[in-house]
């Protein structure tokens, strides 16, 4: 059944209950590696021209999957054959923690967005380590998403990102540092240029001890950032991945939003905005650190991508990767390979002879 037949009834079902649906899915699907490979050859596209590198890792293609959608570490064995290039699980917390209370998730069809106010509900760093841990291999790269308990105090904020780093270092490929949602209490306030030095030099810390101590390179460290900071701190965030000892090796831009469009009245919840909505402004960012970082540190671009013109724009902007997630909700999972197979096209209508060139030409 195609998913335009499929949507209509997944969104008669409250949008969590729609998700822990597809979630189980897809943990089921894991366990069956022939409808893997069926699935792999309905939504997978090979194209060498798509593959780039970044971090020592190999992406076979610049569409990956955000943090949010497998938080848990449920479905990591069967994403990989819905097309993406990589996947983000999390946002892990080292403690499990029920989030906020529900209802906690709004779709707007009309405006193709959702708001959300999750709160990192999840079952621990220690579970999605076990779940790791039980994979056969990395077909494509694994990154961590890490965030704070709700109940630690800002002040030991970094111990929490410590604390689910040491259980987690095996088993990603690269880590996230996510300050920048807007649903737990005062987390943003992390993204202040003192806090974050100290947080991102205690999680620098953290990693290094551990690769000497298991003799194996420290993994990537990227920083996931709000749409809603000005050009000033963006410009003092990206200083925080240059020099001689950059603090992170790269940026997710953005997370969601607080801020509602002025011109859709209608999006009325509170928490974070996503979808079709963020995508103007999720570039903006995505320039300004472009800019800001001369386009030497890989940036991933999320934020409202529902076609591959979309992607194409944050490419444009800055972004060596990209990721969604909102966008699969409207247009489900044949979005990856639509992105996959029209982005060529679109660089070279452009006069691009590959990704590389056309990044950041509009930053």
Known sequence: MSYGLLRPLLFTLDPERAHTLSIAALEALGHMPRGLARVARRYTAHDPRLAQDFWGLHFANPVGLAA??????????????????????????????????????FRYPAQQAVIN????????????ARRLAALPGHPVPIGINLGKNKDTPLERAQDDYVAALELLFHYGDYLCINVSSPNTPGLRLLQGE??????????????????????????????????????????AIGSLALGTAPLVNGFIA??????????????????????????????????????????????????????????????????????????????????????????????????????????????
Request: hydrophobic residues 40%.
């Open 194 to 235: 003192e806090a974050l030095r100290g947080l991102l030099k205690a999680v620098a810390a953290a990693n290094q001890r551990l690769a000497l101590q298991h003799q194996r390179p420290p993994l990537p460290l990227l920083l996931k950032i709000a749409p809603d900071l000005d050009n000033d701190d963006l410009n």
């Open 117 to 128: 106010r999750m709160g990192f509900p999840g079952e621990g760093a220690a579970a999605v």
């Open 68 to 105: 949010g959608y497998d938080k848990d570490a449920r479905a990591t064995a069967a994403l990989p054959a819905l097309g993406f290039g990589f996947i983000e699980i999390g946002t892990v917390t080292p403690r499990p923690q029920p989030g906020n209370p529900r209802p906690r998730v």
């Open 254 to 363: 953005t997370n969601t939003t607080i801020e509602r469009p002025a011109s859709q009245p209608g999006l009325s919840e509170s928490g974070g905005l996503s979808g079709a909505p963020l995508l103007q402004q999720s570039n903006a960012v995505i320039a300004q650190l472009y800019r800001a970082t001369q386009g030497q540190v890989p940036i991933i671009g999320v934020g409202g991508i529902l076609s591959a013109a979309d992607a194409y724009a944050k490419i444009l902007a800055g972004a060596s990767l990209v990721q969604v997630y909102s966008g699969l909700i409207f247009r489900g999972p044949g979005l990856v390979r639509e992105i996959l197979e029209e982005l060529p096209g679109l660089w070279l209508k452009d006069g691009y002879p590959d990704l590389a060139h056309a990044r950041g030409s509009t930053a």
